[in-house]
């Protein structure tokens, strides 16, 4: 059963849940909704799907009447699990949705950027991804940039934070400096523990 909330209360839909519930229903999905036709991009508050998903425990969706593909495309990001958006064939034929409703290219590309926004939620993930591995070599790292003998020290004259990402984090920039280098170091060698004195 799907349950459009339009001009609903809060009371009213726990209403119509529990109504729902007690006469049988399972499987019961609510869809978001501002009853205006066509509805203004800031009175659609689609903040309101993962509270109503919270407190009822369904699948929740957005009943759409925005112009255009915006709106449900932020939906999905938000747990929107459906979309009801009016369809037309032709916005020139006239009639009471026409305005509000998508011509079946629209529609297209509103089916295509919501599975791009599902596409791209993904998971909770920190770190590097096996896409983003070949572009570590954009990250700044320590680097010497001018040769140097054993016993030199490191200074901000010979020590920079360049590309690529192969040498020390930067974070490291304040401990190496004012240390002395365990051996000869060539210019443009990536900074690593092993080539830095340790007093």
Not at 23 to 37: H, N, P, R, V
Request: proline share 5%; with cysteine.
């Amino acid at each position: 059963m799907i349950m459009s909330t339009g001009m609903g209360t809060i009371e009213e839909i726990e209403e119509a849940v529990t109504t729902a519930r007690a006469a049988g229903a399972k499987q019961i999905a609510l869809l978001k909704c501002t009853s205006a036709y066509p509805a203004p991009a800031e009175d659609m508050n689609l903040r309101t799907i993962p509270e109503l998903a919270r407190r009822f425990e369904v699948p929740v969706g957005l009943s759409d009447h925005t112009m255009g593909i915006a709106v449900p495309v932020a939906a999905v990001s938000l747990g929107a699990t459906i979309i009801e958006k009016h369809l037309t064939l032709s916005r020139a034929a006239g009639g009471p949705d026409s305005a509000f409703s998508l011509e079946p290219g629209e529609f297209k590309a509103m089916v295509d950027g919501v599975r791009i926004a599902e596409k791209a939620l993904g998971g909770v993930h920190f770190g590097i991804s096996e896409r983003e591995r070949s572009s570590r070599v954009f990250r700044r790292s320590l680097f010497v940039v001018r040769d140097l003998k054993k016993g030199e020290r490191f200074t901000a004259d010979n020590v920079r934070s360049i590309r690529p990402g192969d040498g020390l984090h930067t974070r490291h920039m304040a401990e190496v400096l004012g240390k002395t280098a365990a051996r000869d170091v060539v210019q443009g060698t990536p900074l690593s523990w092993d080539l830095v004195e340790p007093k």
